[in-house]
C-alpha cells in the first residue's frame, strides 16, 4: 500500500489559532456595536453628555488662558455654549454657539458684582482661576451638576 495515500494514524480535532483568532474578532466587532446601540450615543458613567462636553470645553478653556497668558470666556445660554475671546474692552464671540443636547440651567455666583457692561458667564483668568458658578445638566434622565468656587476648579457629580 502506498503510505500517501492512507490516512494519519493521528487525528487533528479542534480549532486552528487563526479560526479562534477570526471568531474573537467578529464577536468583538458584534458586542461593540450592540453596546453603542443600546446607549443611543449617550456618555458613558451616567454622565448627560453636555456635562462631559462641559468638563472637556472648561479645562480647555482653562489651559489656553493659562498658557497664552490672555483671558478666555464661555458665554452660557439656554440655547447653548460659546468661547469669547476679549478684544479691547469687549467680549466677541468665537465659532459657533454649540448647542446643549438636553437642558442646561446655569446659576452664577451672586456674591460677585455686577458688571454694567456685558461680560461672559465664567471668564477664565491667566492664574487658573475662573469665574465661580453652577450648571445643571439634565439630559434623558440623567442629571449632572458642575461647579466651580473660582479656586479649585471644576466639579462635577450626579
Same mark, same amino acid.
Given at each position: 500500500?502506498?503510505?500517501?495515500?492512507?490516512? &494519519?494514524?493521528?487525528?487533528?480535532?479542534? #480549532? @486552528?489559532? +487563526?479560526?479562534?483568532?477570526?471568531?474573537?474578532? !467578529? !464577536?468583538?466587532?458584534?458586542? *461593540?456595536?450592540? @453596546?453603542?446601540? *443600546?446607549?443611543?450615543?449617550?456618555?458613558?458613567?451616567?454622565?448627560?453628555?453636555?456635562?462631559?462636553? #462641559?468638563?472637556?470645553?472648561?479645562?480647555?478653556?482653562?489651559?489656553?488662558?493659562?498658557?497664552?497668558?490672555?483671558?478666555?470666556? +464661555?458665554?452660557?445660554?439656554?440655547?447653548?455654549?460659546?468661547?469669547?475671546?476679549?478684544? =479691547? /474692552?469687549?467680549w466677541q464671540g468665537e465659532g459657533p454657539r454649540v448647542r446643549w443636547s438636553g437642558a442646561a440651567v446655569f446659576q452664577r455666583d451672586l456674591s460677585a458684582p455686577v458688571s454694567p457692561i456685558p461680560v461672559p458667564e465664567v471668564i477664565f483668568l491667566p492664574d487658573g482661576?475662573? &469665574?465661580? #458658578?453652577?450648571?445643571?445638566?439634565?439630559?434623558?434622565?440623567?442629571?449632572?451638576?458642575? @461647579? @466651580? /468656587? =473660582?479656586?479649585?476648579? +471644576?466639579?462635577?457629580? +450626579?
Amino acid at each position: 500500500m502506498d503510505p500517501r495515500i492512507e490516512p &494519519s494514524p493521528r487525528r487533528t480535532a479542534g #480549532f @486552528s489559532l +487563526l479560526e479562534l483568532v477570526v471568531v474573537i474578532a !467578529v !464577536v468583538g466587532i458584534l458586542s *461593540l456595536g450592540v @453596546s453603542l446601540s *443600546l446607549s443611543g450615543g449617550r456618555s458613558t458613567g451616567g454622565y448627560p453628555r453636555d456635562a462631559t462636553r #462641559f468638563e472637556n470645553q472648561y479645562s480647555a478653556l482653562r489651559d489656553s488662558a493659562i498658557h497664552s497668558r490672555t483671558p478666555v470666556a +464661555l458665554s452660557l445660554k439656554p440655547a447653548g455654549w460659546q468661547v469669547m475671546r476679549r478684544t =479691547g /474692552d469687549v467680549w466677541q464671540g468665537e465659532g459657533p454657539r454649540v448647542r446643549w443636547s438636553g437642558a442646561a440651567v446655569f446659576q452664577r455666583d451672586l456674591s460677585a458684582p455686577v458688571s454694567p457692561i456685558p461680560v461672559p458667564e465664567v471668564i477664565f483668568l491667566p492664574d487658573g482661576r475662573s &469665574s465661580a #458658578f453652577s450648571i445643571r445638566f439634565t439630559d434623558a434622565g440623567q442629571v449632572a451638576q458642575c @461647579s @466651580s /468656587d =473660582g479656586w479649585q476648579g +471644576l466639579e462635577c457629580g +450626579l
